[in-house]
T-cell receptor
Framework: NAGVTQTPKFQVLKTGQSMTLQCAQD?????MYWYRQDPGMGLRLIYY???????DKGEVPNGYNVSRLNKREFSLRLESAAPSQTSVYFC????????????????FGNGTRLTVT | DAKTTQPPSMDCAEGRAANLPCNHS???????VYWYRQIHSQGPQYIIH???NNETNEMASLIITEDRKSSTLILPHATLRDTAVYYC??????????????FGKGITLSVRP
């Protein structure tokens, strides 16, 4: 099993360009998440999808959109990239939805390193 | 989610047990203790989690004190590949728009040959 797969691994964009970060999981998990990691800030939740067909905003959703394409895939789109969006982006999945009585761990991909110039 | 406190770094000899402490004195009754680690340039990796009982899996053991205000992650036989940043986090069942998985700075474990 590959777990959580993210593409691309690296990307450089110019300000104003758009792009979509792809994420797929093969663990049959119900919930998927997008985080960004910046030095000194820890991981911050951008958007999540508790189950197929639903998406919700996290802590830092501005400038991003998401699509839960099916149970396996959850994409993150930057419509008009800004230098403040330079970061490492991690996709994660979990078996149970957030807020489930039985917490379930998150499984992370290896990230997409995005630079916006 | 409750805040956690970890020392910034520690080291241990290869083959020895590594005991990583974490304080979470404001933990509430429905909050779980999770441990993740992040090896340079990789995504965080789940290690173990627990509510109030001690837990063990193929990677590590988690010891939670009876008052649940602190815990210890034990890597029984540390190897060089265990060198990483280890994050102790507390996560409850309330998850809303402002929830975040707060990893903090974690503890950097260096395993020496």
């Amino acid at each position: 099993n590959a777990g959580v797969t993210q593409t691309p691994k690296f990307q450089v964009l110019k300000t104003g360009q758009s792009m979509t970060l792809q994420c797929a999981q093969d663990m049959n998990h119900n919930s998927m998440y997008w985080y960004r990691q910046d030095p000194g800030m820890g991981l911050r939740l951008i958007y999540y999808s508790a189950s197929e067909g639903t998406t919700d905003k996290g802590e830092v959703p501005n400038g991003y959109n998401v699509s839960r394409l099916n149970k396996r895939e959850f994409s993150l789109r930057l419509e008009s990239a800004a230098p403040s969006q330079t970061s490492v982006y991690f996709c994660a999945s979990s078996e149970n939805p957030p807020g489930a009585i039985y917490n379930s761990p998150l499984h992370f991909g290896n990230g997409t390193r995005l630079t916006v110039t | 989610d409750a805040k956690t406190t970890q020392p910034p770094s520690m080291d241990c000899a290869e083959g020895r047990a590594a005991n990583l402490p974490c304080n979470h004195s404001t933990i509430s009754g429905n909050e779980y203790v999770y441990w993740y680690r992040q090896i340079h340039s990789q995504g965080p990796q789940y290690i173990i989690h627990g509510l109030k009982n001690n837990e063990t899996n193929e990677m590590a053991s988690l010891i939670i004190t009876e008052d649940r205000k602190s815990s210890t992650l034990i890597l029984p036989h540390a190897t060089l590949r265990d060198t990483a940043v280890y994050y102790c986090i507390v996560r409850g069942t309330n998850f809303g728009a402002n929830s975040k998985l707060t990893f903090g700075k974690g503890i950097t474990l260096s395993v020496r040959p």
